[in-house]
């Protein structure tokens, strides 16, 4: 049973989110199976996710700490609907990743390499290293917040999920979607392994060159001139192609060039495909082992395939002279000599494209490789229809686009990697009838010869093969699981654009081919986290954002709250240090306002919570108010769940509390809790402070878990039925149940009319210049009884909040020769004698001097603006501060103006 206790006079964020984190996990509160134990029954269907596992090897960024707290919002939300909530944790083994730094590791620290260790003795290493460092990201990820049920974390190579691999790789094999064939691939000369098309990017605008020389007749009656981009790709060239009809080479397609270099005949071939005649001589080198378009060359033509790099992309023994040079080396040393031979015919700058491994950065080396493959094309037609019949949709849903233009030109996936960390494919190769055993359980002889000489396949698989099982394999299949039969398929996908074709639409084929279901419902895509100046946030930068850092600075709520409020959608978000310490404001802001509420209750208080909802207390206007405006915020938040608005919500949260509840009904209200006011007044203003308050923080729990749940536990000692120790204010629903209040909107309407005349008299005051402290006399004209009552009612606050010595009711507008400010309101006008308030003339002097300074920079501004040069010249956040400087300038010089112009009428009264 809780009891009461007394809130701090200021918030440590440091002290509550290390004691409620610490608290919940102990207590294993993120996990559905804790709701049961108290006896509470879910009312709604299952809502579950599953985390994007981050790398293993990791560290918190900006990007995972945006896509965590994005899905820790949206499951806090669903637990506190009365959803069957799960979401479960892990981490991807990251294949290439996790081995470069462990080799890179070995290297430094004892100058050894994997090779030297051995595959058992290095995968013994990779482990280690996996147990001391790996688990980095998941203590950061605590530090967030993250509700993740840590009693179900997993990991991809955990005995679990490499089960459901090696069933996922049997059965495609054997439904004959895996096969094994030698074609062209990517290598990455890096890290000596193949790449799949998507792990190559692009470098466009590079500037290269287009070398070109000429091949001699082997008759000696004459030379082709060929170019080329790689010229040690010539040592792999077996014909020069020519189109069929082109009359300068049609006699000479069947004859042979000779290779100047390693003195063999090459054939010269007719391919209509390959060559364009207008392009260049009309003439192309084919090198059938080291580019895509040449190796369909060589298979039309049945070329001959030699290929000239090794795994580090040196010249092999098919390099003749060049053998052992690197590939760059090679590329210097064969221009010399070709020129030598008096063969070279010049080089001219080249703008191309190159690709790069995604992983090492490497140029990628086109080159023929027997790997393993997936045919993609029967599972990408199932996973096409599903998002085109809204099965699956994606939010923002323009990047259906995306996912369609790649599905729809999708070509096989080659899953195979030369790699030691990561499942090992299950194959074993026969050296007695070369026949390929695949299956579940580790063969002791050949299926097919009964042959004990097998050996399994040294190569591993893609690490985005495990992750698209990630789903289903998670919840534990192949074995049907409690978890899958309940959970799956998943409620929503969170992740960011870049991984649509990695990831995401490889998820999808895989559980409509194995569960017969989609992976999940929702795919909510969001943007990148950039600085002020639109750059995107990363290390090589110098503008690398530390999420630790952060939320030991401000705390984990306001750097979430800070996340959700930035979260436009389909935009990138921008940094901003000024709106942290805002968010941070805003923790402070609730705590005070509790606090103050605190301070107030009597020790026998208890929430009458019904009789608030069944409008059963003697309310007055500002309650009717406040009630009807949580109302609306309420059904707002509740919205978030299907339209994943969460940087509307979020702000419209942050405008209810800190202006409706704290600034407006928290001040009109203190008259209500005076010592001498009316009992029954006071008990009700209390009644609905505090079930205000326990709605703001049921509210706003999933966007800042931590001060609300401190505060709740605070709140439920005055609340009997939820004042139980092991009562979370994360498992607490939100009543559904709405206040029905469409009848008090002509009551409320007086509340709004109060604002504005507070609103319109503070503005007067801040025009007139008039020192805050200084209490004036304020005349109010009116024909509304009902509006005049309430003001009168309400006489002392109003007072208060604007300052007023008096504030008197006249009966018409009276002709006067004092000079007062009249301001215009819904229900008449608003009046203040001017005399001993303020020196009108002096006034006018003050505002006319800065009406100068304003108009000198909004000159100096335009002259910028306007300056072609500068503008071509000047870095953009130099460009953009002057717009700024403008903009601000013209919105005050607006004001001074109207202020102007107010004050000008008075003296001429």
């Not at 009809?245 to 209509?272: C, F, M, Q, S, W």
């Not at 260049?280 to 033509?301: C, I, L, M, S, Y």
Request: proline share 4%.
């Amino acid at each position: 049973m809780s009891h009461k206790k007394e809130l701090s006079s200021r918030y440590n964020h440091l002290d509550v989110e290390e004691k409620w984190y610490k608290e919940w996990e102990s207590k294993k509160a993120f996990a559905p199976e804790y709701i049961k134990e108290l006896n509470k029954s879910y009312k709604k269907q299952p809502y579950s996710i599953v985390i994007p596992p981050p790398n293993v090897t990791g560290q918190l960024h900006v990007g995972h700490a945006l896509n965590m707290t994005i899905q820790d919002v949206l499951i806090r939300l669903a637990r506190k609907l009365g959803y069957n909530t799960l979401w479960i944790p892990g981490t991807d083994h990251a294949g290439i990743a996790t081995q470069s730094r462990v080799e890179r590791e070995l290297k430094e620290k004892e100058n050894l390499t994997r090779f030297d260790l051995g595959r058992e003795k290095f995968l013994e290493r990779v482990w280690q290293w996996k147990e001391h460092y790996g688990n980095v990201i998941t203590k950061q990820m605590r530090k967030l917040g993250v509700s993740i049920d840590w009693t179900r974390e997993r990991f991809t190579m955990d005995e679990g999920l490499s089960r459901a691999v090696r069933k996922v790789f049997v059965d495609l094999y054997k439904e004959g979607l895996i096969y094994r064939d030698t074609k062209m691939v990517n290598w990455d000369p890096e890290t000596k392994t193949v790449l799949s098309d998507l792990e190559v990017e692009y470098e466009e605008n590079y500037k290269g060159e287009l070398w070109s020389f000429a091949y001699p007749l082997s008759d000696g009656s004459g030379e082709i001139i060929v170019a080329t981009t790689r010229p040690e790709t010539m040592l792999g060239d077996t014909a020069v192609a020519v189109h069929p009809e082109d009359p300068r080479y049609k006699h000479l397609i069947g004859k042979t060039v000779k290779h100047p270099l390693l003195n063999r005949d090459i054939p010269i071939i007719g391919d209509a495909i390959l060559v364009d005649p207008e392009f260049g001589t009309g003439a192309v080198k084919v090198t059938p082992a080291h580019d895509p378009n040449d190796f369909e060359v060589g298979k039309r033509h049945n070329l001959e395939f030699i290929t000239i790099f090794d795994e580090s992309a040196r010249i092999n023994e098919n390099g003749g002279p060049y053998q052992g040079l690197d590939r760059f080396e090679a590329r210097k040393k064969i221009k010399e000599d070709i020129a030598k031979l008096g063969l070279d015919r010049g080089t001219k700058e080249h703008i191309m494209s190159i690709g790069r491994s995604q992983r090492s950065n490497a140029i990628v080396e086109p080159m023929i490789s027997t790997q393993w493959f997936v045919k993609v094309q029967p599972l990408a037609e199932k996973a096409i229809e599903v998002v085109e019949k809204e099965i699956i949709k994606f939010i923002p849903k323009r990047w259906e686009n995306l996912y369609f233009s790649w599905m729809r030109n999708i070509k096989d996936w080659c899953i195979s990697r030369q790699l030691w960390w990561g499942h090992q494919i299950p194959a074993w190769y026969c050296d007695d009838c070369n026949h390929i055993t695949v299956t579940m359980e580790d063969p002791d002889k050949c299926e097919k010869c009964n042959s004990k000489n097998i050996k399994q396949d040294p190569d591993v698989l893609d690490t985005w093969f495990s992750s698209a099982l990630w789903p289903f394999s998670t919840m534990g299949w192949p074995e049907q699981t409690e978890d899958l039969k309940t959970y799956y398929p998943t409620s929503v996908l969170v992740t960011g654009f870049d991984i649509i074709f990695f990831w995401v639409a490889r998820m999808i084929m895989m559980g409509l081919h194995f569960m017969d279901k989609e992976p999940f419902r929702d795919v909510y895509i969001h943007g990148l986290m950039r600085d002020e100046k639109g750059r995107k946030i990363s290390k090589s930068l110098g503008n690398n954002i530390d999420p630790v850092e952060i939320i030991q600075n401000y705390g984990a709520d306001a750097y979430r709250f800070f996340l959700m409020a930035t979260l436009t959608e389909g935009k990138d978000l921008v940094y901003s240090e000024q709106r942290l310490k805002g968010y941070q404001n805003f923790c402070n802001k609730i705590w005070n306002s509790s606090r103050f509420l605190f301070l107030n209750l009597p020790e026998d208080f208890q929430l009458q919570k019904e009789k608030i909802e069944n409008l059963d207390l003697p309310l007055e206007i500002e309650d009717y108010w406040i009630l009807y405006h949580l109302n609306r915020v309420k059904k707002s938040v509740l919205s978030l769940l299907q339209n994943y608005k969460f940087h509307l919500i979020a702000e419209e949260l942050y405008e209810f509390i800190w202006n409706y509840y704290c600034d407006w009904y928290i001040e009109i209200v203190k008259s209500r809790l005076k010592e001498d006011a009316n009992r029954e007044t006071k008990e009700t203003a209390l009644q609905v402070l505090f079930y205000v308050l326990y709605m703001i923080i049921n509210l706003l729990h999933p966007f800042m878990p931590f001060i609300t749940e401190e505060l709740y536990s605070f709140l439920k000692a005055y609340i009997p039925e939820e004042n139980q120790d092991n009562l979370y204010l994360m498992w607490l629903q939100i009543p559904e149940k709405e206040i029905l209040l469409e009848d008090k909107k002509e009551k409320i309407r007086y509340m709004e009319e109060l604002q504005e005349f507070i609103t319109k008299t503070r503005s007067m005051r801040a025009e007139l210049s008039i020192p805050t402290g200084k209490k004036i006399l304020i005349d109010i004209y009116t024909e509304d009884p009902e509006f005049k009552k309430y003001i009168q009612i309400k006489k002392e606050a109003a007072e208060r909040l604007v300052q007023a010595s008096q504030i008197n009711f006249i009966e018409n507008r009276k002709e006067s020769s004092i000079q007062s400010m009249v301001e215009v309101i819904k229900s008449g006008y608003i009046e203040i004698p001017l005399k001993d308030v303020v020196d009108i003339k002096s006034e006018i002097q003050k505002l006319e001097k800065e009406k100068k300074n304003l108009e000198k920079i909004i000159q100096v501004a335009d002259s910028k603006l306007n300056n072609e040069k500068f503008l071509h010249s000047a870095p953009q956040h130099v460009i953009d501060e002057q717009r700024q400087k403008k903009e601000d300038a013209l919105e005050r010089l607006n004001y001074l103006n109207q202020t102007l112009e107010k004050l000008l009428k008075i003296r001429t009264n």
